[in-house]
Structure formats: structure tokens, C-alpha cells
């Protein structure tokens, strides 16, 4: 296209407001009308309008009331023409006044915010774990199909297939659109973080591909840890997982140098951490681990608050992070955090101690194939000064699955070991 | 909507009943049920070894063997049929259920309705 310029670009940047619109659009429409096909659709004409209008009669005075009342009338419109689906929709309705209650508005334009309850069906127990983060994507961050195929790496076929086997579970078992009743609450907003927590660090340490982040998969996920925050700002892991999120994605610039190569967390250049981002990390972890028992993400958050705060890599308070990982271990207990807090006894009290730590967990099915554990111990025996059985676990690491900078490193690591110093 | 609770035993106890919980638990979901308006239909089953497996091969032949497929580990000791307006309200009642307790599950599945 030779000069589509200026005209799509405004309409690109125009779709990119109506992102934020989009899930909060999409999340009345359902709570109106029970049926996520038909509030997507009218969702989308509503927009489409908006798009065709506002550059001729200028932007309305409310916006978002404007869009609201377009798209109930364009669901409205598709009712008419579709009875089967009317009848259907209006026996749904007939029961959700009979259980209904009113949606909380959070007072920007007096629109009440019903996304709530959209995050707890996208990320209700019923549905497989894999389909949970994709319809997050697709109804709340607004991705398209194509945009959510790609951030899991799938062809988009196979993604839309997903999406609609979950839409169709929700509509044929009745999933309901609504949040959980505030007994209900912990057991069921786990289910929502975890859904979250697995989009950032799939964004932040991508499991495979070209890339070892991709951030904008990492930023949907902050987005919608935000405005999860926001709907419940009483919740205090809601609080510690948008903290852990933020300190770990303050550091995203220094995780790769200029010819993409990852960069470990202690030859980081603390100059290029994202200090605003770290404060406001800061501030939430205090909050996360205020009043109350501490949770995952909270104590998460904390370490990585720790490890922000250290002016260079000799100024961590290993000692602290540990302990901290000793908390984390009790709360969920996991290979992986084990492996972690293996890493940080090392730190503390020398590679001997944490090698003997990662030796005990050799037997873990997961830590196995896992290749950071195979990486950490290699580098603990380099520093032992045990550079053979080194670079037999680099290349144990090196047949795992990991994304290409990591490969890179890890061979740069093995061909690089230094020969045996002699015994003094 | 109706959903049928699927009820799979767990551990059973000396007197062929799930452990866990007693008859007593059984008569009280049972009326607890019924007291709701829920109820559509429900049965417990006699125990398994009274069961027989029916298939018919594609030229007409019948085979009747004893019992279900014996590697079937989980055993459908009953069910439940309610009417709820959602799939939480179902989950809910299977939850309350004695057969979800004592190492039980209660599979929860919505009746496909070709009505509307």
C-alpha cells in the first residue's frame, strides 16, 4: 500500500482507545444480554460506528455512553433479527433478574464497570486452564483472535477453535456471568490471578520462540492486573500480583543487550530499570503484605522489590530473599521456588551449600526438564571450580526446550568454562 | 437448567456404603434437595456386582457380560437430576452432595435440552 498513510493511521490509533472501551463495552453488553457472541458483535458494530461518525460529527460530549447506548440498540437490532436467539436470551434474562444484583460503577462517567464479573468467567474452574487465558485476552484485554494466537505461539485456526469450544461451554453448561458472593471470593479469585500471573510470565520469561520476552503480552497482563486492582482494591493479593508484575517488568530493558542477548539479573545496567515503575511496585507491595497473613504474589512481589532496590548486585540482601523464599515455600510449596531459593542460599552462603540443594531436588520430574535448573547448576560447579560436570549440565540445559537468546547464552557459557585451575 | 450429578463412590466402607458419611448425611442432602425445589430426579444404585454390560456388534450380535468394563476404577454409585438457573448454583448443590466427600466426585453435566 503506497500512500494509505495518514487516514488508516488515525483509524489505527483511534482502534487503539477504543481498546480500553472494548472489555469494559463487551462486559455491560453481557451483563444486559447474557451472551458473550452477541455483546462481542455489538460491541464491534458500536465501535465501527464511532469510527464512521466521530471524524465527521466530532467526538461525543460522554463517549462512553455514547458507545453503550449505540451497541445495546445494534444488540437490540440483531435480536429482531434473530428470534431463536431472542427467546433463548430472554428466558436467561428472566432468570438472572430473579438472582440478580446491582454492578458497582467505579464513578469515571458514572457508567458502572461490570468487567468484574467477565474475569471470573473467563476464568471460571470449568474451563480448561489453556482456554481461561485466552478468553481473558480476547474479551478483556480486546485482543483479536489473531493477536491472542500469537501471543501463545499457536496458528490462529487452532486459537479460534479454542475460543469458541470455551464460548460454547459457557453458553451450553450455563457458566454464569457474575462475581462470586464474598464467602465464595477465596476460592474463587485465585483461579483469576493465576490466569493473569500466567499471561506476564509467559510474556516475561517466554517458554520458546526468537524472543525472550515479549512485552506486549507482559503489558496486556499489567493492564488487566490494574484494572483487576482497581475492582477490588480490598484484595490484597489482587495489590501484590499487579507489585510483583511491575518489578519484574522494570527490569525488561536490561534483560537484553543491544544485539538481543540476555543479560543476567546481576551484569543488569541498574541504569536502565524503570524507576517510576519500581516505585509504584514498591508502594503496592506495602500494601499487599498489610494487614493480614502474607499471600504468593505479595511475598513474590517482596523479593523482587529486594532485588529492585539494590543499588549494585553485592548490595542484595540475599539473606532476607531467602527467608523470604522460606515464607513462599510454605505458602506453595514448588519445585521451581525451591530451585529459587536453592540460587539464593548460594548467593548467601556459598555455591557448595546451594549445589548440595539443587542435588536433593535432582530426582524432580519437572526440575528435569526444566532448564534453568540444569543452568544453575552449572553455574554453581564453574564456580566450584568443577568445570567437567559444568559443561555436562550446560549441555543438559542446551537439549531443553528454551527461547533463542537463552540458547545463546547457555552457549556462550559452555564454550567459554575456564580449564580446571590446578590444586594450589 | 438441568444438570445431572453424577455420583462416583470413593472409598467404600465395611458396610457398603462411601466413607465418610452416613446414611443419615444421604437422607439429609436428600431432603435438603427436594426442600429446594430442585429436584428432578435421583437413584441410588444397587451395589456393582449385581450390574451387567450390554453391546451389540454391527452384525446383531449381542454380547451380555457381568458388570461394567472391569478397569473402570470409579464406580457411579447414583445420581441426581436438579433444575438450577446456572452452572455455579449446580456446582454448588454437587459440593453439598456426600458422595463428593470421602475421596467421591460428583461429575456435573448439563442435560442437553432440544427443546428450545
Redesign the interface.
Known amino acids: 500500500m503506497p500512500d494509505g498513510g495518514a487516514g488508516e493511521d488515525a483509524a489505527a490509533s483511534v482502534e487503539l482507545v477504543f481498546r480500553e472501551e472494548r472489555g469494559r463495552l463487551l462486559a455491560a453488553l453481557v451483563r444486559r444480554f447474557g451472551d458473550l457472541d452477541l455483546a462481542a458483535d455489538a460491541t464491534s458494530d458500536a465501535i465501527e460506528a464511532a469510527l464512521a461518525r466521530w471524524p465527521v460529527d466530532g467526538v461525543p460530549a460522554r463517549p462512553g455512553a455514547w458507545l453503550l447506548t449505540t451497541a445495546r440498540r445494534k444488540a437490540v437490532d440483531r435480536l429482531r433479527r434473530d428470534k431463536a436467539l431472542a427467546?433463548?436470551l430472554a428466558?436467561l434474562q428472566a432468570?438472572?433478574d430473579?438472582?440478580g444484583e446491582a454492578a458497582p460503577s467505579d464513578g469515571d462517567g458514572g457508567l458502572p464497570d461490570e468487567r468484574l464479573a467477565l474475569f471470573f468467567t473467563c476464568a471460571?474452574p470449568?474451563l480448561a486452564a489453556e482456554d481461561r487465558a485466552a478468553l481473558t485476552l480476547r474479551c478483556l484485554a480486546g485482543l483479536t483472535t489473531p493477536e491472542v494466537a500469537r501471543a501463545f505461539l499457536v496458528p490462529d485456526a487452532t486459537m479460534a477453535q479454542r475460543i469458541v469450544r470455551a464460548k460454547n461451554k459457557i453458553r451450553?453448561?450455563?457458566?454464569?456471568f457474575?462475581v462470586?458472593a464474598k464467602d465464595e471470593l477465596p476460592g474463587r479469585l485465585p483461579g483469576v490471578l493465576q490466569v493473569l500471573y500466567s499471561l506476564f510470565t509467559e510474556g516475561y520469561a517466554a517458554s520458546g520462540g526468537p524472543e525472550l520476552q515479549r512485552s506486549r503480552l507482559a503489558e496486556e497482563a499489567i493492564r488487566l492486573a490494574r484494572v483487576l486492582h482497581r475492582l477490588l482494591p480490598a484484595e490484597r493479593e489482587a495489590a501484590g500480583l499487579l507489585a510483583l508484575m511491575l518489578l519484574a517488568h522494570a527490569r525488561r530493558d536490561a534483560r537484553v543487550d543491544a544485539g538481543g542477548r540476555l543479560v543476567l539479573l546481576a551484569d543488569q545496567d541498574r541504569a536502565r530499570w524503570d524507576r517510576p515503575m519500581i516505585e509504584e511496585g514498591r508502594g503496592l507491595t506495602v500494601r499487599a503484605l498489610t494487614g493480614g497473613p502474607p499471600g504468593r504474589y505479595g511475598v513474590q512481589a517482596a523479593i523482587n522489590a529486594l532485588h529492585d532496590e539494590a543499588a549494585t548486585a553485592d548490595d542484595t540482601d540475599w539473606p532476607q530473599i531467602v527467608a523470604l523464599y522460606d515464607v513462599l515455600l510454605a505458602l506453595s510449596p514448588s519445585p521451581v521456588v525451591a530451585l529459587n531459593r536453592a540460587v539464593a542460599v548460594a548467593m548467601c552462603e556459598g555455591p557448595e551449600a546451594g549445589l548440595a540443594l539443587l542435588d536433593a531436588l535432582a530426582d524432580d520430574p519437572k526440575l528435569r526438564r526444566h532448564h534453568p535448573y540444569h543452568a544453575a547448576r552449572a553455574d554453581l560447579l564453574t564456580r566450584l571450580n568443577r568445570p567437567a560436570e559444568a559443561a555436562a549440565a550446560y549441555r543438559t540445559a542446551l537439549s531443553l526446550p528454551c527461547t533463542l537468546p537463552e540458547r545463546t547464552h547457555l552457549h556462550h557459557r559452555l564454550t567459554t568454562l575456564p580449564n580446571p585451575t590446578p590444586p594450589p | 437448567?438441568k444438570y445431572l450429578l453424577l455420583i462416583h463412590a470413593g472409598a467404600v466402607a465395611e458396610d457398603g456404603g462411601a466413607q465418610g458419611c452416613t446414611p443419615e448425611d444421604w437422607m439429609a442432602y436428600d431432603k435438603d434437595v427436594r426442600d429446594a425445589g430442585i429436584f428432578v430426579s435421583g437413584e441410588s444404585l444397587a451395589d456393582l456386582v449385581t450390574a451387567a454390560a450390554v453391546r451389540v456388534a454391527a452384525d446383531g450380535s449381542r454380547t451380555v457380560t457381568d458388570g461394567p468394563f472391569p478397569e473402570t476404577r470409579e464406580v457411579v454409585g447414583g445420581f441426581y437430576v436438579i433444575d438450577v438457573?446456572?452452572?455455579?448454583q449446580a456446582?454448588e448443590w454437587a459440593a453439598r452432595c456426600p458422595g463428593a466427600h470421602g475421596g467421591g466426585t460428583v461429575v456435573v453435566r448439563?442435560v442437553a435440552d432440544f427443546g428450545?
Request: proline share 17%; glycine share 0%; aromatic share 0%.
Open positions: 427467546a433463548r428466558i432468570e438472572a430473579r438472582t471460571h470449568a451450553t453448561a450455563r457458566i454464569p457474575r462470586p | 437448567m438457573p446456572d452452572l455455579d456446582l448439563p428450545a
